[in-house]
Every structure is written in C-alpha cells, then in structure tokens.
C-alpha cells in the first residue's frame, strides 16, 4: 500500500508535468507542428502548436507544457471565420478570446497565407524559419520556433 | 523509484494522437525527474522549491514560492507522499473500483484551478503487486492523456545527480 501510495504521489505531481513537448503526433501529410510560446504582460503560455491543413479548413490546437489543451480552434477557409472550439479557463472570457481569435488569424495570415487586412498594431519577424508576430496594441507576443529533435541534449 | 512510461496525448478536434516515450525517478523527500527521450528529449525536475523545465532551445527554473501553479502541484505531490491526498478531501472527490485485474483509483477535482484543466484522473493499479500500472488524464473538452508504465523499481539508490537543477 505504501508503494501504492507513493506512486500516487508521483501521478499526482505528473498531473502538472507531463509536457508534451517531448511528443510528435502520429504523422499525416497536412499535420504540422512547432513550438510556441505567447507572452502576455501577466504571464505567458508555451508548448507545442499543431495544425491540420484540411480541404476547407484549418484545425488548430495549443498543447501547454502541462500537457493540457489550452487553445484549440477551427479556422474555415471559406467564410474566413476562426472559431476557438477550446481554451483554458483562465483565458476563457469573452474580451480575451476576442483578442484571441484576432491574433490567430493573423498568425495563420503570416504561417498558412490565409488572407488577413494589412494591421499596424501587428509587428513580425523571421528569424532562421522561427516567426513572431506582435500586437503592439494589446502588448502580446506569439512566438513558433522549430521542434528541437532528439539528437540534442537538454542539460 | 524509478520507471519508464509511454503517453499518449488524445486530440479530440485533430482525431489524432502525439506518441512520447520516457523514464521518471522519485526519491524521498520530494525529489522528482520526468524526463522524455522520445521522438523529443523534454525535461522536468522537482527538487524543494525548485522546478527545472527545459530542452534544448529553452530552459527555466522556476520557483514554487513565487509561481502559484508550481506550489499546488508541489503541495500535491507532498500531500499524496503521505498519503494524505486519499484521506483529505479537499483537493479530489476520490473513488475506488475493482475492475478485475486492477484497482481503479478515480479522482475527480473540487478545486476551481484544477477543474479549469482535468475532468477527472483514473488510475490503474494491478492487484497482484500494488503497483501503477496506467493512468488517464481526461480533460473537460474530452481530450485525453494515457500514460503506461513498464520496467517499475523501487528502493533502489539513485543518483543525486538526477535531481540537480542545471
């Protein structure tokens, strides 16, 4: 029972730290993905971004390093409407999804091409195939950088 | 305490699957290393206050005195160290059933920040030995996380090293 319960006690603290940078979803030809991360002035979110490019749309989810779904959305390439399907509690109020939704659209203008109007507040940079992208308005950053591959060591 | 473990990340919206593979150690007091060597080395280290978390590109150190999710993780693990998780019922509503050749452990939230983040946790321990043998993270939009472990030792010495923060 002691093992039983010491283990527990492990499951428990992996509830926090299962982080799903270390995972590749089983591969199809339209999945991508990468790191990313979003500063916000308060805090900010990272893990891995992965997106299904279908014939109509665009199927988007951010995995936290909690291994938790934060962010999850469908982008229609008809209507070019974004839907957040899922986000985390702290983000779920209407006045940041609303934010949201914006800047992930304008992050798949900048990562897919998809059509978006020409905004001043959004500053992007390239770096060695990473991208930022910037609302200078709202002081929020969206970062997406290359999955770093096993044959590298992390200490 | 050591092991290794395979988990696999459900995406309900994606109907697909991420796939990683790893080895955690726990020593006594509060000493904790997850790590994932596969497709993607990943890294996490509990040790006191401290928390490691970092790959190649990216490190941090956090401190649990100072970041509010960090310390509940931590106070939870403590707690369920002692065994206290189970008999103080604050953090989950905590339900055991026999199913046949394992012992189903399912806890299910109380609190607001823990809620935001899982459904429920369900855990499988075989009854032959005690010992874990698959957990499942169910999260409120139905994705969900199993993990699997293989290759359980226990009161074996580990090396200090392990648990260093870098």
């Known amino acids: 029972m002691r093992i039983c319960l010491l283990f527990l006690s492990l499951l428990l603290s992996f509830i926090g730290v299962n982080a799903q940078n270390g995972m590749s979803e089983v591969e199809t030809p339209l999945t991508e993905r990468c790191m990313f991360d979003i500063a916000m002035e308060k805090g900010h979110l990272s893990g891995i971004f992965i997106t299904k490019d279908m014939d109509d749309a665009i199927l988007g989810t951010m995995v936290n390093e909690f291994g938790i779904t934060a962010i999850s959305f469908i982008y229609d390439k008809h209507s070019h409407k974004i839907k957040l399907e899922n986000v985390i509690g702290f983000l779920n109020k209407w006045y940041i999804k609303r934010v949201l939704k914006q800047d992930i659209r304008y992050c798949l203008h900048i990562l897919y091409d998809v059509p978006a109007k020409d905004d001043k507040n959004y500053i992007v940079s390239m770096s060695d195939g990473n991208v930022t992208v910037t609302n200078s308005k709202r002081k929020i950053t969206y970062s997406f950088s290359h999955i770093q591959e096993q044959n590298g060591t992390e200490e | ?166």
């Open chain 2, 1 to 166: 305490m050591s092991c290794s473990f395979v988990q696999t990340k459900h995406i309900s919206l994606l109907s697909d699957k991420m796939v990683s593979e790893g080895n955690m150690y726990y020593s006594q007091p509060g000493k904790l290393r997850w790590e994932y060597t596969s497709p993607y080395k990943y890294l996490f280290i509990f040790n006191g206050t401290k928390v490691y978390v970092g790959n190649n590109s990216k490190k941090d150190v956090i401190d649990t005195n100072t970041n509010k999710v960090f310390k509940e993780v931590a106070r939870i693990m403590m707690n369920t160290v002692t065994g206290k998780a189970l008999s103080n019922t604050s953090d989950f509503t905590v339900n055991v059933e026999d199913a046949q050749t394992s012992w189903l452990i399912t806890l299910v939230p109380k609190k607001k920040e823990l809620k935001q983040m899982f459904a429920k946790i369900e855990m499988f321990f075989n009854k032959n030995n005690n010992m874990i043998s698959e957990l499942n993270i169910v999260e409120k939009n139905k994705d969900k996380t199993n993990i699997k472990f293989s290759d359980i030792s226990t009161n074996k010495t580990l090396n200090a090293n392990l648990f260093a923060i870098p």
